[in-house]
């Protein structure tokens, strides 16, 4: 990484500056607030590594610089015991972490390795998505896509428990699955159990095994899902639809780490991480007694909410292209395009099956079209409405022209609704006002 090192003690300052270089890291070095802010505005580092007080300033004011000059700049705080409160609300307010002096220089390295690779997996994410084999990948460029791509970083690296929420169709598996394959836990196997799919009886000897003859039928001894998720993830689908009973008993095999399958006395121990996904909101169900509060809580330490599509139209034509391609190659066949009117109706329709829906339209699309250009006419009968005029020739626009067209069109119109007040259409779009602002420009 490259670290900006500030610290005012000459003696820990050079230690400190030695240390990073043997294990790899560019260093910048300055002893005063001033001159460390003078750097941070033209010098790109990954890193902030400072003490709390220093002269000319504090690190916290450079701290908040920082997250102001560089965003993706991580900082992590040097502090003495009296001030661990300063530390502790940086932390609330985005630092990764602080260390209270006097520390060992092999416990900072650890946490700075810990750092490095959220760093790099923030920066694989960011370019689409840490690579499942055979799983599509999280793409888009809107606002909320990058804020799901953020909190799948940060949750993958934290190692904790997660709950994905989100309308029909938006992508919730594919989260957990990528989350699996970005964490430490890649390595081990990912169970999938859809809660909604057990049959009530069954639930005990499918989640935590049973031996033979626990009951009819049980001709053999068979592990449950748990003990198959040793080491890995239990992913939890559909966890809203489990039972209040079945609630209490996985509630208890995560509190403790271990259970007993049907038919036996003996603890089977097993180490697993639990993502779960819902539809459902399970706050309100939580409030209303209809799930168990201690158990929303055990699974949700971090939620990942997954935004439905009309929230990120801006992704709407690279989901397209992505999906075409991934077609074209499994046929072994030209990638088709789009007409303008096509693309304009894919971006325009609301999508209340969301991502599902989407690649829904595209398979019937690209079967009527038969390997020619995709219109209006062989997109599904719900997303055939009016849409801007094909040009003069008739002849299909590239994609990115077309949704250069509509979005400016798009744009335009949403402009017009909200009575050209400029915050308001940004938030009918879902995009900052920084970035409306420069596209009006473009």
């Given at each position: 990484m490259r670290i900006l090192l500030v610290e005012d003690d000459r003696a820990v300052r050079i230690t400190l500056r030695d240390a990073l270089e043997e294990a790899g890291h560019q260093v910048l070095v300055h002893e005063a607030a001033p001159a460390?802010?003078?750097?941070?505005?033209?010098?790109?580092?990954?890193?902030?590594?400072?003490?709390?007080?220093?002269?000319?300033?504090?690190?916290?004011?450079?701290?908040?610089?920082?997250?102001?000059?560089?965003?993706?700049?991580?900082?992590?705080?040097?502090?003495?015991?009296?001030?661990?409160?300063?530390?502790?609300?940086?932390?609330?307010?985005?630092?990764?972490?602080?260390?209270?002096?006097?520390?060992?220089?092999?416990?900072?390295?650890?946490?700075?390795?810990?750092?490095?690779?959220?760093?790099?997996?923030?920066?694989?994410?960011?370019?689409?998505?840490?690579?499942?084999?055979?799983?599509?990948?999280?793409?888009?460029?809107?606002?909320?896509?990058?804020?799901?791509?953020?909190?799948?970083?940060?949750?993958?690296?934290?190692?904790?428990?997660?709950?994905?929420v989100g309308e029909t169709g938006t992508g919730k598996e594919l989260c957990a699955r990528t989350l699996h394959c970005a964490g430490r836990r890649s390595a081990r196997p990912m169970i999938h159990v859809n809660c909604g799919a057990i049959p009530g009886e069954l639930f005990e000897a499918e989640m935590f095994g049973h031996e033979k003859g626990a009951f009819t039928g049980a001709v053999r001894r068979r592990e449950g899902r748990l003990q198959a998720a040793h080491g890995g993830?239990?992913?939890?689908?559909?966890?809203?639809?489990?039972?209040?009973?079945?609630?209490?008993?996985?509630?208890?095999?995560?509190?403790?780490?271990?259970?007993?399958?049907?038919?036996?006395?003996?603890?089977?121990?097993?180490?697993?991480?639990?993502?779960?996904?819902?539809?459902?909101?399970?706050?309100?169900?939580?409030?209303?007694?209809?799930?168990?509060?201690?158990?929303?809580?055990?699974?949700?330490?971090?939620?990942?909410?997954?935004?439905?599509?009309?929230?990120?139209?801006?992704?709407?034509?690279?989901?397209?292209?992505?999906?075409?391609?991934?077609?074209?190659?499994?046929?072994?066949?030209?990638?088709?395009?789009?007409?303008?009117?096509?693309?304009?109706?894919?971006?325009?329709?609301?999508?209340?099956?969301?991502?599902?829906?989407l690649f829904h339209a595209l398979e019937h699309a690209v079967a009527l079209a038969r390997g020619g250009t995709i219109d209006l006419v062989h997109l599904p009968r719900t997303f055939q409405r009016p849409g801007p005029p094909a040009p003069a020739s008739g002849a299909p626009l590239p994609l990115e022209e077309a949704v250069r067209n509509f979005e400016r069109a798009y744009i335009e119109r949403v402009l017009e609704r909200a009575g050209g007040r400029r915050s308001e259409a940004a938030r009918i779009l879902g995009i900052s006002r920084k970035s409306l602002w420069q596209k009006l420009k473009d």
């Amino acid at each position: 990484m490259r670290i900006l090192l500030v610290e005012d003690d000459r003696a820990v300052r050079i230690t400190l500056r030695d240390a990073l270089e043997e294990a790899g890291h560019q260093v910048l070095v300055h002893e005063a607030a001033p001159a460390a802010l003078a750097a941070l505005r033209h010098d790109p580092v990954d890193l902030l590594l400072t003490d709390i007080r220093l002269p000319g300033g504090d690190g916290i004011a450079l701290f908040r610089e920082a997250r102001r000059l560089q965003p993706e700049c991580g900082c992590i705080l040097m502090t003495a015991f009296g001030r661990i409160e300063d530390a502790v609300a940086a932390i609330r307010e985005g630092a990764i972490d602080y260390v209270t002096k006097p520390f060992e220089i092999d416990e900072l390295l650890d946490r700075l390795g810990r750092c490095e690779e959220e760093l790099r997996l923030k920066r694989a994410l960011a370019l689409g998505c840490v690579e499942c084999p055979g799983e599509r990948q999280i793409v888009g460029a809107s606002p909320p896509s990058a804020l799901v791509r953020e909190r799948i970083a940060a949750a993958a690296q934290a190692d904790v428990n997660v709950l994905v929420v989100g309308e029909t169709g938006t992508g919730k598996e594919l989260c957990a699955r990528t989350l699996h394959c970005a964490g430490r836990r890649s390595a081990r196997p990912m169970i999938h159990v859809n809660c909604g799919a057990i049959p009530g009886e069954l639930f005990e000897a499918e989640m935590f095994g049973h031996e033979k003859g626990a009951f009819t039928g049980a001709v053999r001894r068979r592990e449950g899902r748990l003990q198959a998720a040793h080491g890995g993830t239990l992913f939890l689908d559909e966890v809203g639809e489990l039972r209040p009973d079945h609630q209490a008993k996985l509630l208890r095999a995560i509190e403790d780490g271990g259970f007993e399958p049907v038919g036996s006395s003996q603890t089977v121990r097993v180490d697993v991480r639990v993502i779960s996904a819902t539809n459902r909101d399970l706050a309100s169900w939580t409030s209303s007694g209809q799930f168990r509060q201690d158990l929303y809580y055990r699974l949700n330490v971090i939620e990942i909410a997954m935004p439905p599509l009309r929230e990120r139209r801006l992704d709407i034509a690279l989901l397209a292209g992505d999906f075409l391609r991934e077609t074209a190659n499994r046929r072994q066949s030209a990638v088709p395009e789009f007409s303008a009117s096509a693309i304009a109706a894919l971006i325009a329709y609301d999508y209340p099956g969301n991502v599902r829906e989407l690649f829904h339209a595209l398979e019937h699309a690209v079967a009527l079209a038969r390997g020619g250009t995709i219109d209006l006419v062989h997109l599904p009968r719900t997303f055939q409405r009016p849409g801007p005029p094909a040009p003069a020739s008739g002849a299909p626009l590239p994609l990115e022209e077309a949704v250069r067209n509509f979005e400016r069109a798009y744009i335009e119109r949403v402009l017009e609704r909200a009575g050209g007040r400029r915050s308001e259409a940004a938030r009918i779009l879902g995009i900052s006002r920084k970035s409306l602002w420069q596209k009006l420009k473009d």
